[in-house]
């Protein structure tokens, strides 16, 4: 078996020193190219594209060219970024994992993608997705233990950043989809507020879930690009190298008048959802979890256990009838003239679709907002500031065969807010392990400012 190629690059400082000019980006796309035909081989991250390197000089000359003073460049100058084949790039074609032409799923580009090009990104190429964003995997390999899978869908967005192919890549999560590869590949995975980065221009799997991701090698990266590609981006605690900022408390304006943000000197109160809800992790990776929240206490972080998720088999019934149900919708067109073309298990997902009720959806979606307020209403009484749980069951199960279990993920997907998975120790036989933080609808940038006190508690695991 081929040995690990994991190589995980700072996405602050490759953008650093790129907006410096050392390297040139004609040396840069370069070494990335030559990268990209070393490595990718090894676990099949990116789509197959005759002329990258071509196309990548000629991109990267017209951006010189654009930008010639240092002091004038973008964020993400020349910085290469890996795109799920979900989202289309103009200029590439999207295959979405799947057997169906090209040109039947093309479209406009991705909101999303005109925000990375417009902070001077370079795209580095499509990243392999599991078919149509569901359950059907693709050909990735996890950098830390090629046998295993990297997780799903996201999977070759996870798998670039973790090898070092790429400081940024975007993913979508539709349940799990960002946080749970993130951890399988022990790379940061940051999934906004449901509908805080547009989705225009993405191949919808469920739309009221369906939400877009990104995965750097750590939180600092992850909060660059989240403040470039959120709409509204209100925090001004992190800087675009990656620093903290300065701490803006003041006796005349605190943080609670700008929803959303956090001091960095702000420590938050962390919750743990006890109950079924994480009985659903594996038992070593439960032990583990619990390792990690006394490391955060002895760091000075409160922790508090409160029962949240009585209800999680109602929860999870609830949100696959939305999934299966709007998976159907979105493929209707598709799936009548070419479902012979469909793999088998994002077939059988659709066919489930079709034999659920409208009434039954839409039943779901207002299951939704009673729990939305119910959470709300446990989140406020109990004084938490984050939810805590693993990012996923266990580390990546072996076999390249099925993307993992998504579960961890299911009641905070469900209610549309933003988690952002950071790396967490191994498991006894080495593979990586994700803690899941979750925070408030629309506090995207209190999470990944608060976030970074536990991320500095998890580093020497």
């Not at 417009?118 to 580095?124: P, R």
């Not at 408030?440 to 999470?447: I, P, T, V």
Request: with cysteine; hydrophobic share 40%.
């Amino acid at each position: 078996m081929e040995q690990p190629v994991v190589r995980p690059r700072s996405l602050t400082r490759e953008a650093a020193e790129l907006r410096s000019g050392v390297p040139g980006l004609s040396e840069h796309v370069d070494r990335f190219c030559a990268l990209v035909e070393r490595v990718d081989p090894l676990i099949h991250a990116f789509v197959p594209e005759p002329g990258r390197h071509g196309r990548l000089r000629a991109q990267a000359r017209a951006l010189a060219a654009r930008y010639p003073e240092p002091a004038g460049r973008p964020p993400l100058y020349g910085v290469a970024v890996g795109v799920k084949d979900i989202v289309h790039v103009d200029g590439l074609p999207t295959h979405a994992g799947s057997a169906l032409p090209p040109g039947v799923l093309a479209g406009p580009q991705a909101v999303v993608v005109d925000r990375l090009r417009a902070a001077g990104a370079l795209v580095a190429g499509k990243t392999v997705t599991a078919e149509f964003a569901a359950s059907a995997p693709g050909p990735t390999r996890n950098p830390h233990h090629p046998g295993r899978t990297p997780g799903g869908s996201s999977s070759g967005s996870a798998a670039a950043v973790a090898a070092g192919l790429v400081p940024l890549a975007v993913g979508t999560q539709t349940v799990g989809s960002v946080v749970r590869p993130a951890a399988y590949c022990g790379v940061v995975g940051f999934r906004p507020t449901y509908g805080r980065i547009p989705t225009v221009g993405v191949i919808p799997n469920a739309p009221s879930l369906d939400t877009l991701g990104v995965f750097t090698a750590d939180l600092a990266g992850a909060a660059l690009a989240a403040s470039l590609l959120c709409d509204d981006w209100r925090g001004d605690d992190w800087r675009g190298d990656g620093r903290r900022g300065e701490d803006r408390r003041s006796e005349d304006r605190g943080s609670e008048d700008r929803p959303g943000e956090a001091a960095a000197g702000d420590r938050p109160v962390l919750g743990v959802p006890d109950g079924t809800y994480l009985e659903r992790a594996e038992p070593s990776t439960l032990r583990a979890f619990e390792e990690w929240l006394e490391r955060l206490a002895q760091a000075g972080l409160a922790v508090r256990r409160v029962p949240l998720f009585p209800d999680f088999a109602e929860i999870t019934r609830q949100l696959q009838t939305i999934n299966r149900f709007e998976l159907a919708r979105s493929h209707a067109d598709w799936f009548a003239r070419f479902g012979g073309l469909y793999r088998p298990e994002t077939a059988a997902g659709i066919r489930v679709g079709q034999g659920v009720a409208a009434e039954d959806r839409a039943a779901a979606l207002q299951a939704r907002e009673r729990l939305r307020e119910r959470v709300a209403g446990a989140t406020a009484e109990a004084g938490v500031d984050l939810w805590l749980a693993p990012s996923a069951t266990g580390g990546a199960p072996e076999g390249l065969h099925s993307t993992g279990d998504a579960v961890m993920s299911l009641p905070w997907s469900y209610l549309g807010l933003p988690a952002v998975s950071l790396p967490a120790g191994r498991t006894a036989d080495g593979l990586p392990l994700g803690l899941q933080v979750v925070g408030a609808a629309g506090a995207d940038e209190r999470l990944l400012s608060q976030a970074a006190h536990l991320e500095r508690a998890l580093k020497a695991l």
